[in-house]
Structures are given as structure tokens and as C-alpha cells.
């Protein structure tokens, strides 16, 4: 993307178990995985999706095999798993996201 001159903001990375807890409490503008998330598995991320540059962060995601969240209310996150999964815990346990 930087070599398109594209910078986008990532608002969300890896995510803690704890955070995801906290998230289901508190859940903001987006809907909240019911089980694990793929954040907690470092395989999802979250993009600022007002960026003007947004269609073009969409197409290089879309290209390298991310879902994007957006077709299920969730346009800040893309994942590399298809909708409606979520990691087992031997993966989160791997990563540190259990
Ligand atoms: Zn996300």
C-alpha cells in the first residue's frame, strides 16, 4: 500500500483475550465475535475505513485472500478466515491470544 502512496490507519491488531472480554461488555459501533476472535489469533485487522484511500485498502486486502467484514456490519475488519469461523484455542494458545 505505502508504495501506492497509500498509509492506512490501523485501528485494531492483535487483540488479548481480556480486551475481547472487555469488548463483549462494552461492544461500540461494530458487532463483537461471539467466540474467539480472529484478532486473538493475529490473523484479522481492523482498518480507519473513512480514509479516502479506503477502496484501494479494500482491493490490496481483498487480493492478498481478507474477508472484509462489511457485507455483516463489521467495515473496519478484515480477516483472513471466512465469515462465521473462529479460531480454535490451540492457535489462540500459539499466539498468545487465550
Ligand atoms: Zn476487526
New binding site residues.
Given amino acids: 500500500m505505502n508504495a501506492l502512496g497509500v498509509k492506512p490507519t490501523i485501528t485494531?491488531g492483535f487483540r488479548t483475550a481480556a480486551e475481547q472480554q472487555a469488548l463483549r461488555k462494552n461492544p461500540g459501533n461494530y458487532p463483537v465475535a461471539k467466540g474467539a476472535s480472529w484478532?486473538q489469533a493475529a490473523q484479522?485487522v481492523?482498518f480507519d475505513h473513512y480514509d479516502r484511500n479506503f477502496p484501494i485498502i479494500h482491493a490490496i486486502m481483498a487480493k492478498h485472500g481478507f474477508v472484509w467484514?462489511g457485507g455483516y456490519g463489521?467495515p473496519?475488519?478484515f480477516q483472513l478466515a471466512p465469515k462465521g469461523t473462529n479460531p480454535d484455542s490451540s492457535l489462540l494458545d500459539k499466539v498468545g491470544g487465550n
Fill in positions: 485494531k484478532h484479522a481492523d467484514g463489521d473496519v475488519h
